[in-house]
């Protein structure tokens, strides 16, 4: 316990240390400076400068949905009533962690310290959870590789609902439902993920329904799996309602701003080349697969006779099939209900505790299958996407905005090898890639607090 608490403080005191070093000027520019620029933004003119980091202030540490995340904290959802000035946006973010904000009387700084503090504690209690003992300290190493940790730091609400699908992960796990239904409520409060988990629920429910052909046992799981997440709803429309909100579904009317509607994608794109990159990657990479497995497994269902490969029984089996299915359900709703613009993607799904379940236990499942073929299927989807990230009209030159979707090609490498992760290779490689990632994370950090272009 003492280890895992002094890797996460350790952690946070070298990212911290880091992007203090590089607001010297002549560090920065003898260092991180011949890599990348950083923004700065003159009136809304955003453009890339030879600039060292900026210093994190009260004010400054407030940008994009942080503004409204606080808005409610302070004000609750209190608008002007004038449609015009589209002020009742607010309905669009939930309250759990606004009220967690509030109650912790902490400022934006503070509240920083209290998220990565909240995605600790998550991943410490799923790696518990769900991994042998003997790998504990490689997937906490891989957890604070992922390039979207910059999203477990500002504030946001991802660290809310990585807790509280954490809570309810545990709660299915060990069939402490009274657990379940907590964590399932939170998490439905937290963000505006329900539709996407009630489908995912329903439609892995019915997955092994079509083995055990119990009608009754399929209603009953399905009814017992999804109320919380009805209760959790419910809830959010009670508390915005108590502040005037003009209608019950409030928070579904005003995704007309963002012009989330079903129409067909158009054209690729992203608010920002450094989101784009890493959606890229995910959409290729890991929706590809995603798919196929479950075409697959879908397939082996429906074959009599044969050995089924995921159990109902076995609750690893669920985990992994609701984790794949719900990042399925949140590609294809990015896709079709954006035109093709991808802003938000990947923060939806690397910072989901769904990819962390994927991520601790999908290596048992993945390494049945010959590596040859592992490889190829890798190698081809790697390809196809650096391809598609030269030659997409959004696409720009390469440049270090792309680094973050080569980061999850690295990890992604580093978990298919990871039978050799005993080897000074590998470990020498993987503790540089974790330093690369603190200072893709500085400099995600610096662009948000100079209101750069939204990449989350």
């Known amino acids: 316990m003492k280890k895992y608490v002094l890797f996460f403080v350790l952690f946070i005191v070298v990212l911290f240390g880091v992007f203090k070093i590089l607001q010297n000027e002549k560090i920065y520019t003898n260092s991180f400076g011949k890599i990348s620029d950083n923004y700065e933004n003159i009136e809304g003119n955003r453009k890339l400068v030879h600039k060292p980091f900026s210093s994190i202030t009260k004010r400054n540490i407030i940008q994009w949905d ?10 609750g959802y209190q608008y002007s009533f004038d449609r015009s000035d589209k002020d009742d946006y607010i309905f669009a973010f939930f309250p759990l962690f606004p009220l967690i904000w509030k109650a912790s009387g902490l400022t934006g700084i503070g509240v920083v310290f209290l998220n990565y503090f909240l995605f600790a504690i998550s991943i410490f209690l799923l790696i518990r959870l769900l991994v042998p ?9 891989l957890s604070v590789l992922l390039p979207s940790m910059i999203n477990f730091l500002i504030p946001y609400t991802e660290s809310t609902f990585l807790l509280m699908g954490t ?11 009274w657990l379940y239904f907590f964590g399932m ?3 439905a409060m937290a963000r505006p993920s329900f539709t996407f988990l009630v489908l995912a629920l329903i439609c892995v429910e019915f997955f092994f329904y079509i083995s055990h052909l119990k009608l009754k046992t399929f209603f009953k799981n399905t009814f017992l799996k999804i109320i919380p997440l009805f209760f959790g709803t419910f809830l959010v429309m009670l508390i915005q309602r108590l502040y005037d909100s003009p209608k019950w579904f409030s928070f579904v009317e005003v995704q007309a701003y963002w012009k989330n509607e079903f129409r067909i994608p158009e054209e690729i794109s992203d608010w920002s080349h450094e989101g784009f990159a890493m959606d890229i990657v995910i959409l290729f990479v890991l929706f590809v697969p995603f798919f196929a497995s479950v075409i697959f497994w879908l397939w082996n269902q429906f074959s009599k006779g044969q050995i089924k490969i995921l159990n109902y029984h076995c609750k690893k089996d669920y985990l992994l099939l609701l984790s794949i299915v719900y990042s399925i359900g949140t590609v294809l709703f990015v896709m079709l209900f954006r035109g093709g613009g991808l802003q938000g993607l ?24 010959p590596k040859f073929i592992q490889l190829s299927i890798f190698g081809f989807l790697v390809g196809y996407s650096i391809y598609l990230l030269d030659h997409l009209p959004y696409a720009q030159e390469w440049n270090y905005s792309y680094f973050g979707g080569f980061q999850i090609v690295a990890i992604l490498a580093f978990w298919i090898f990871q039978e050799r992760k005993n080897e000074n290779w590998y470990k020498f490689s993987l503790l540089l890639l974790l330093f690369a990632n603190v200072l893709w994370t500085s400099f995600l950090l610096n662009s948000y607090i100079n209101d750069s272009w939204i990449f989350a």
């Open 66 to 75: 942080a503004v409204h995340y606080q808005r409610i904290k302070e004000n």
């Open 133 to 141: 003992e003997k790998d504990h300290w490689f997937y906490l190493v």
């Open 185 to 187: 409520t939170g998490v």
């Open 346 to 369: 990947y923060r939806f799904i690397l910072n989901s505790p769904f990819t962390f379940i994927w991520l601790f236990i999908g290596f048992g499942y993945w390494k049945k299958i």
């Open 167 to 177: 809570i309810g992960i545990i709660g299915l796990y060990r069939d402490k439902y």
